[in-house]
């Protein structure tokens, strides 16, 4: 893998579906100067998100990416026909981030892993440029720091931007406050027309939620699994608990170090896309079509700006 660079115009703070779509649509704009970073060795190998929404689909597309997912999933649930895609996709997020990671890699772009990030700070010489401190003490210097590191940002918190929830206050007792994803294998009876089903982590646990809860054709009580034979759990592949919250960034975009007494447009831009800046309940998939679509459009919104910034620059004085 090639060095980090000491500076770069763009960086890119996360390398999940959201950092890859933003990366892929700078590159579809002609814009090249980025470093994209990961603080993991690699990226997910689990489900996790696994619906793709129509207009999500509609995003992907121009970046070269739409077809490609598509082929990889499942169409379900029609819709009418106002979309080239007119359903929607079920699709495990580790294969929609290897579509965009074959898709980036393809372009000549190294995702640089294990970087993990620890610090921002304004740079001294240059107040429009952000030093961003990883953990083994390489500093990058960068004039925009996309922050597409997740719902535990270090960008946004190192940043000083706040994130909290609503407070609606309503509550009607029926709130589902928690759910429970996972890969499961199962031993059992072959499963006809089960289709896609959603369902509540360790192997007795997730059994017992199944036997109380359904889909009943996972049941590994007889009496309730209209199957001949019950299904049982035979391994917990991967699990995790979502907490059904939600909670949004103070701001998406800021300038690090800026206060009331700095001068407009000083300090370098930093701005968060996907969980960084909004995280949602997984029930309908909002969080990384939400991330996606936000990476998508602001590829191109950037590259406008960058490119605008360029040729508004006052050309140098010359000599009489």
């Not at 001294?124 to 996309?146: C, H, M, P, R, W």
């Not at 800046?277 to 997984?282: D, W």
């Not at 919104?301 to 605008?308: D, E, P, R």
């Amino acid at each position: 893998m090639s060095p980090l660079p000491d500076t770069t115009t763009v960086l890119i703070v996360g390398a999940g579906p959201t950092g890859l779509a933003a990366a892929l649509s700078l590159l579809q704009h002609g814009f090249r100067d980025f470093v994209i970073v990961d603080a993991v060795l690699q990226g997910e190998n689990t489900s996790r998100a696994i619906v793709v929404h129509a207009a999500t689909l509609e995003a992907l597309d121009t970046i070269g990416c739409g077809d490609d997912i598509v082929s990889q999933g499942t169409k379900r649930w029609g819709l009418k026909r106002y979309t080239r895609h007119p359903y929607v996709l079920v699709v495990p997020q580790n294969l929609t981030e290897h579509v965009l990671g074959k898709k980036l890699a393809g372009s000549g772009v190294t995702v640089h892993r294990p970087v993990k990030v620890v610090g921002l700070k304004r740079n001294e010489a240059n107040s429009q440029l952000s030093d961003v401190t990883f953990e083994d003490g390489k500093v990058i210097t960068a004039k925009y720091v996309i922050g597409a590191d997740g719902a535990r940002s270090v960008v946004r918190t190192t940043a000083g931007i706040g994130f909290s929830g609503p407070k609606s206050g309503r509550d009607n007792g029926l709130t589902l406050r928690q759910m429970i994803l996972a890969d499961v294998t199962f031993d059992g009876t072959e499963i006809e027309n089960f289709g896609f089903r959603g369902t509540m982590s360790q192997t007795e646990y997730l059994q017992q939620l199944i036997d109380r809860f359904g889909p009943y054709k996972l049941s590994s009580d007889p009496s309730t699994n209209p199957n001949s034979k019950p299904t049982c759990i035979k391994d917990v592949v991967w699990s995790t608990r979502f907490r059904t919250h939600s909670a949004i960034a103070d701001t998406a975009f800021t300038r690090l170090g800026s206060d009331e007494s700095s001068a407009p447009g000083e300090g370098g831009a930093i701005i968060l896309i996907g969980d960084a800046a909004h995280i949602h309940s997984p029930a309908g998939g909002q969080g990384m079509n939400l991330g996606l679509r936000d990476a998508i459009f602001l590829g191109e919104a950037l590259t406008k700006h960058i490119k605008a910034a360029e040729s508004n620059r006052s050309p140098r004085s010359t000599p009489s």
